[in-house]
């Protein structure tokens, strides 16, 4: 009788193919086997057993190490689009089941918004929201940058709300509304009576700021050095609110995005457009690629539209940009 050959390894990973398109997926989105591994609460090495075990199943190099990150191959890529909604679909199966019970009668909705999102943009959409759906709580988390992009990737958040100028390849951004770049300064200023002020006609001012690590900051910057006009910060301080402030008080002028200035801020401030040299900014949702939205966080977006999406008054100088 003849004996009988053990199963090979490509058949029997064959039979549990899910573990090791996870352990690929993980490792692509957030650039690393040991965080990876930490994700899907297994060992690094067990990580990299099965990422090895899937190219050879495939027959092709999938990912590859570009500086401290793992990048994925052309056929990584081609792999990672069929493979992540498969894997997030399986994994996410017991929550979509229970939302698709439940329905919008209960649950849960995190939101990351910067603090001009919340104070600006989002109350009316908001509110209609809250009207409609009053049993879903909801969360909005006051961040910015990097901190935003964490909790995205992270899934600590459903969705993020805000302007961006540079999206990830891991992202999908639908802006929703534009915004004037604006100077704004005290109504007694000199420049308070030029209809369209130049860059050189900023240079001797000093300016006031948010902090660098924010966009605001980053684009004035590039819009200068490449202009080559010379220009100084007096202040560097986060809020739109503390630098009208202190834009009214005398201190410096800035540079800020419309949606930030009121009707009430005709009183103390003279705004004059800055368009000619600075990019409109655009806001609106920012998802990560794959992610399910829940019932909650789809209704919440569909609220997101330019007629509730932006502040009311003139000063707004908003408009729907094309989709």
Known sequence: MPSRRPASPRFSYKGDRLKPLRAFCQTVRLGSISRAAEALFLSQPAVTLQLQALERDMGVRLIERSGRRWVMTPEGEALYELARPLVEGVDGLDTVFRERIRGLDAGELNIAAGSSTILYLLPRVVEAFRTAYPEVRLNLHNVTGASGLELLRSDAVDFAVGSMLDV?????????????????????????????PTLEDLSPYGLILPPQRLTTYRLVDLVFQRARVPYTVALEVGGWEVI??????GMGISIVTAICLGEADRTRLAARSLASYFPRRSYGVVVRKGKYLSPQARAFTELIRPDLFTREGPSSNATASER
Not at 244 to 249: G, L, S
């Open 168 to 196: 990830p390849a891991d992202l999908d951004y639908a802006p929703v509304a534009q915004f004037d770049p604006m100077l704004i300064t005290p109504l007694d200023h000199p420049l308070a009576r030029r209809r369209s």
């Open 244 to 249: 009208k402030q202190y834009v009214a008080m």
